[in-house]
């Protein structure tokens, strides 16, 4: 795969937002599921470090009518999974070494919490037993077990692994903060998988705090010349992107996610 076919295989929206009517035709049947972002104390109560948007209540309520009872959540768009997702069944919480070498990748920590949920009706509960993915690339631009022009990493597998969901619904994984490469916005890959469902989408960061990051070492021996902002990726969504907060040298944030029923 050449570095044109990499950035257009990863680059292509498979999802949208539903407006109000859809979701109301999802909550009222079987429907297949959907994710849905819950709003900030429907589920267990988020850690202190990273305090999610209240974007997704103050949206879910204006799209709300009298008439109607609509769960404190809005629906997240999918998007597409990109061409290096490898299913390595890693199950861990810090994702930064490579299994085999015990290397780990350089970079400024960052700790990054899901909070998942069913919604049921008109309310969200927190879902147990669900499997969440992640995988980025690494402080250069560059994937774990893959190949493409610029590098060769097949049987690596840093920056990747899987969490299942406890009895609230969260799952933590440590990680460092993500680095760029040429056609895209920084931004980190997620899954979410249950008996039923398959979901999959992005994670996006703030376009200032980028600059910020990428000041500092190893980020800085790439540079910033050539960055893609999120505005100008193709399938960036303002309701992916983290709400990050900063301690010392590291990041935390936290996300609220939740399958439909």
Known sequence: MNRKQRIDSDDAPIGRILNRREVLALLGGSGAALLAACAPGVLAKPSPTAQPTSAAATTAAAAASP????PSCIVRPAVTEGPYFVDEKLNR?????DPASGAVKAGAPLALTFLVSRVTGSACAALSGATVDIWHCDALGVYSDATDPSFNTKGQK???GYQTTDASGQVQFTTIYPGWYQGRAVHIHFKIRTTTSDFTSQLFF???LNTQVFAQSPYSQKGTRGIMTNAADGIYNSQLLLSVTKSGNAYAATFDIGLAS
């Open 67 to 70: 008439a109607t009872t609509l």
């Open 206 to 208: 703030d376009d200032a």
């Open 93 to 97: 919480s810090d994702i930064r070494s």
């Open 158 to 160: 840093f920056l990747r």
